[in-house]
């Protein structure tokens, strides 16, 4: 893989093509299984809490291709093509491949990590819990906490642009110029910010999972000598 050379600078080269398409065909898959089968295709491919009944070791690849709306899927598959494509022109489809998946299953072991940690300090030796009102077992409420969506790996993608070409501009609501250093940083103190203060149904710590494995990567990468 360190020795590929790119003969040409491809818009949408190869790897980042055939994962949009594919992100885009299980959201397709998933409103079709709802409107025709009533089935929630999130309960079978979303990454659920490893400690409930529904987790599959499986999910840990899958969740990456389900989406909760169409806005999650278009920003995150915005950001896989605006910063995908020109890692994968420098690095190949093979290292750029490794690097999104590695990234997206790191933020998926990461957002496992912390829900354990919440449920073994806040929850455990409770046999129900209290959600709006509505008194539910323990074993139904582990179920509903799932993980969706390609952002793991799309922040991991992020933080790999903001290493490799720390002094590229990039323009915050196409109009703000900054550099993709701070760019990176400030998305980082965001993430880790409202991973805990916000009360949302954003999974923060896998966002900053993406990053962690992909800061990883680069780093063995640079040190090996091959990270171009």
Not at 98 to 103: E, G, K, R, S, V
Not at 115 to 136: E, P
Not at 193 to 204: I, L, R, T
């Amino acid at each position: 893989m360190s020795d590929f050379r790119p003969s040409g600078f491809a818009v949408l080269p190869t790897v980042v093509k055939n994962l949009l398409i594919i992100n885009v065909l299980f959201f397709l898959a998933t409103m079709a299984a709802d409107v025709v089968f009533r089935i929630d295709l999130k309960d079978y491919l979303g990454l659920h809490y490893i400690g409930a009944s529904d987790f599959q070791p499986y999910q840990l690849v899958t969740y990456m291709f389900m989406h909760g709306d169409f806005g999650h899927l278009f920003f995150n598959m915005f950001a896989l093509w605006m910063f995908g494509n020109t890692l994968e022109n420098i690095w190949g489809p093979n290292r750029f491949l490794l690097f999104y998946f590695a990234c997206g299953i790191g933020a998926g072991l990461v957002q496992e990590l912390v829900q354990y940690i919440q449920y073994a300090t806040t929850l455990q030796g409770y046999a129900n819990v209290n959600m709006g009102g509505h008194i539910i077992p323990m074993s139904q409420y582990l179920n509903l906490l799932t993980t969706v969506g390609a952002s793991g790996a799309v922040y991991g993608i992020l933080l790999a642009f903001g290493m490799m070409f720390p002094n590229s501009t990039l323009y915050i609501y196409f109009a703000i110029p900054i550099k993709a250093k701070w760019f990176v940083l400030l998305y980082g103190i965001i993430e880790l910010f409202a991973g805990f203060s916000a009360v949302d149904n954003v999974a923060h710590f896998a966002h900053l999972g993406g990053m962690l494995f992909g800061l990883i990567l680069i780093l063995y990468w640079k040190k090996k000598g091959n990270l171009y």
